[in-house]
């Protein structure tokens, strides 16, 4: 059994008062996978059409300096 088929037939099991958190449970799943896909989408594309000197990079041991982890 598949586990889309095992959530299904769980869902009889649970009452309809539940059934809400079980939606909103579902729907931020769903909503999740396709918001960080167009976020990630929108980084690349971003960063591909800014100018070259923007596209610098900082050396990881001055990140790790500022963020207190050297």
Not at 26 to 49: H, K, L, P, W
Request: proline letters at 4%.
């Amino acid at each position: 059994m598949s586990n889309k088929e095992q959530i299904i037939q769980l869902l009889d099991n649970i009452p309809d008062y539940k059934m809400g958190y079980v939606l909103a449970y579902v729907q931020g799943v769903a909503a999740d996978e396709e918001t960080d896909d167009i976020f990630c989408e929108r980084m690349v594309e971003s960063y591909e059409n800014a100018p070259d000197e923007d596209k610098e990079g900082i050396p990881l041991e001055d990140c790790l300096k500022e963020w207190g982890l050297d």
